[in-house]
């Protein structure tokens, strides 16, 4: 079945360094959904990726999608205390929608 | 709007014991569905609905089971609670199918002794 994997598992960054996380599917993705989940909070979707090599962005926030539509990143720029939380992609393969494990990020002053 | 609401927000059950966790959406979206979430596992689909009346299995479905009989409620039930069910469950739901953006719900915390 289709596979989701997402890497690094953890990361601790100090404020204002840059943090990226990558998302790696076994399957061909027909889009890629990138969410946040804030410690004891629920994932809150932030963006969707559909096109071979998009590249979209919000504020500090850039989002990829491979060209192959297999993998996508999200790279934070300057990160702030606010960052803080895990970091989910979602593949999308036909009618069938994989989250990856996460990404949890730990942002210190 | 509310958006999608779950209920009960922590529930503490013993071994053997049956629940149902509510959840309803007030956006007229016609599919939703239930992940449980344990660390390092991510987000596991329990099962989910397309529309009223309508629901099929996910990758995790044993010891659950739902129905649909309105647009707006997906009750998930739990027929004889182990510890192995100890976890954090979010109900979603999206416009027209699994693969677009989900919202989710403020999840229950559910601890089974």
């Known amino acids: 079945g289709q596979q989701v994997m997402q890497i690094p598992q953890y990361q601790h960054v100090q404020e204002g360094e840059d943090f990226t996380t990558y998302c790696n599917s076994s399957?061909?993705?027909?889009?890629i959904q990138w969410y946040k989940q804030r410690p004891g909070g629920h994932p809150v979707f932030l963006i969707q990726?559909?096109?071979?090599?998009e590249v979209k962005k919000q504020k500090r926030l850039t989002f990829q999608f491979g060209e192959a539509k297999k993998n996508s990143s999200l790279h934070i720029t300057a990160t702030q205390t606010t960052d803080v939380g895990t970091y989910f992609c979602?593949?999308?393969?036909?009618?069938?929608?994989?989250f990856g494990t996460g990404t949890r990020l730990q942002v210190t002053l | 709007n509310a958006g999608v609401t779950q209920t009960p927000k922590f529930q503490v059950l013993k071994t053997g014991q049956s629940m149902t966790l509510q959840c309803a959406q007030d956006?007229?979206?016609?599919?939703m569905s239930w992940y449980r979430q344990d660390p390092g596992m991510g987000l596991r689909l329990i099962h989910y609905?397309?529309?009223?009346?309508?629901?099929d299995q996910g990758e995790v479905p044993n010891g659950y089971n739902v129905s649909r009989s309105t647009t707006e409620d997906f009750p998930l039930r739990l027929l004889s609670a182990a510890p192995s069910q100890t976890s954090v469950y979010f109900c979603?739901?999206?416009?027209?199918?699994?693969?677009?953006?989900?919202?989710f719900g403020d999840g229950t915390r559910l601890s089974i002794l």
């Open positions: 979603a739901s999206s416009t027209r199918n699994r693969n677009q953006p989900q919202h």
């Open positions: 399957t061909t993705l027909s889009n």
């Open positions: 990726l559909v096109k071979s090599g």
């Open positions: 979602a593949g999308a393969s036909g009618s069938k929608l994989t």
């Open positions: 956006m007229n979206h016609e599919y």
């Open positions: 609905s397309v529309g009223a009346g309508i629901t």
